[in-house]
């Protein structure tokens, strides 16, 4: 079956540096996502993105977050000045069709010290 | 806004047995798909089963069935012959199909599940 890949599979940072995680989505695919996932918490939508642009996002995600698709292969999502707060699994996901199956990375396991 | 609630933050079955896991949603919406995703501590996120509301029938994968009450708003999960491989935290999951909205997933809190050899 196609996956989704996410890397790094960890990123430590400290307080205040900007991070960029990285996603190689299906190729075919059209519609894409980030979640997040708090340590022994439910996964929460951060965005969603749609030819090229934020189709919706979640009221977590402010000004410190953006998303882009820079070369058609990588999607990325970009905390610019990280707080204690956003130390999170996050992940991508993938799909082709609104109505087919969403493809989850594995994750990244952001923390920030 | 469309919400969803687990209430049984943890369950436990004896292995062989069945067990059946419950979720709640609100929406306005007529059609939108219900899935239910096993994490186990991996975190990987990993899809059980898939129910499209216009369906009346409901979706079953091998051990994993749903029991789908659309007036009632409730969908819950039975698994059977419960394995020890199932023991993983359950997240129910709604998700609209109203275009502008990105067909985005809206998670439960999750449940717990145990399996006692």
């Known amino acids: 079956e196609p996956e989704v890949t996410q890397t790094p599979s960890h990123q430590v940072t400290q307080m205040g540096q900007e991070v960029i995680l990285r996603c190689v989505p299906i190729s075919n695919h059209l519609y894409f996502y980030w979640y997040r996932q708090i340590l022994g918490q439910k996964v929460e939508f951060l965005v969603s993105?749609?030819?090229?642009?934020?189709?919706?996002k979640s009221e977590i995600f402010d000004d410190q977050f953006s998303v882009e698709r820079p070369d058609g292969s990588n999607f990325t999502l970009k905390i610019r000045s990280t707080k204690l707060e956003d130390s999170a699994m996050y992940f991508c996901?993938?799909?082709?069709?609104?109505?087919?199956?969403?493809?989850f990375g594995s994750g990244t396991q952001l923390s920030v010290l | 806004a469309q919400t969803v609630t687990q209430s049984q933050p943890e369950m436990s079955v004896q292995e062989a047995e069945t067990v059946t896991l419950s979720c709640t949603y609100d929406?306005?919406?007529?059609?939108?798909?219900l899935f239910w995703y096993k994490q186990p501590p991996s975190r990987q996120m990993i899809l059980v089963i898939r129910q499209e509301a216009y369906k009346q029938q409901n979706a079953t994968e091998n051990r994993f069935s749903v029991n789908f009450q659309k007036a009632a708003k409730s969908f819950s999960l039975k698994i059977s012959d419960s394995q020890l491989g199932d023991a993983a935290m359950y997240f129910c999951a709604y998700r609209t199909l109203v275009y502008n909205q990105g067909g985005k997933l809206i998670f439960g809190q999750g449940t717990e599940l145990s399996v006692k050899p």
């Open positions: 996901a993938s799909t082709g069709r609104v109505n087919e199956k969403l493809f």
């Open positions: 929406t306005s919406e007529s059609d939108y798909y």
């Open positions: 993105f749609y030819n090229n642009e934020i189709s919706e």
